[in-house]
């Protein structure tokens, strides 16, 4: 049974910074693509960031492209979200998740295609 737990959401003024960790149990990242979605209060679940399997390509939403850095600690089974220079529209929950990917490389970037999910981490960023 895989399980992942977010953690590092907050609250933060506009301009700063976060680190959100993906912590997983049962299931090594190394060798699954992982991505980050969040969903804002009335809005639905979209997509920010995917890191996919082996050789750690990184892709991201237009809307945070060279403002947040997805990565993976295999040593650690962890996958982390720096996020810089928030804006107040990225306030949302942020969901961490992994999909089985059929070859070395593949990356996932639509929620269904998505296996599995943790719980959600709130990151509040004020004006």
């Known amino acids: 049974q895989v399980q992942l737990a977010e953690s590092g959401g907050g609250l933060v003024q506009a301009g700063g910074s976060l680190r959100l960790s993906c912590a997983a149990s049962?299931?090594?990242?190394?060798?699954?693509?992982m991505g980050w979605f969040r969903q804002a209060p009335g809005k639905e679940r979209e997509f920010v960031a995917a890191?996919?399997?082996?050789?750690?390509?990184?892709y991201y939403a237009d809307s945070v492209k060279g403002r947040f850095t997805i990565s993976r600690d295999n040593a650690k089974n962890t996958v982390n979200l720096q996020m810089n220079s928030l804006k107040p529209e990225d306030t949302a929950v942020y969901y961490c998740?992994?999909?089985?990917?059929?070859?070395?490389?593949?990356?996932?970037?639509?929620?269904?295609?998505?296996?599995?999910w943790g719980q959600g981490t709130q990151v509040t960023v004020s004006s």
């Open positions: 998740a992994l999909a089985d990917c059929p070859y070395y490389g593949c990356y996932r970037t639509t929620q269904n295609d998505y296996n599995y």
């Open positions: 049962g299931r090594t990242f190394s060798t699954h693509a």
């Open positions: 890191l996919s399997w082996g050789i750690s390509n990184t």
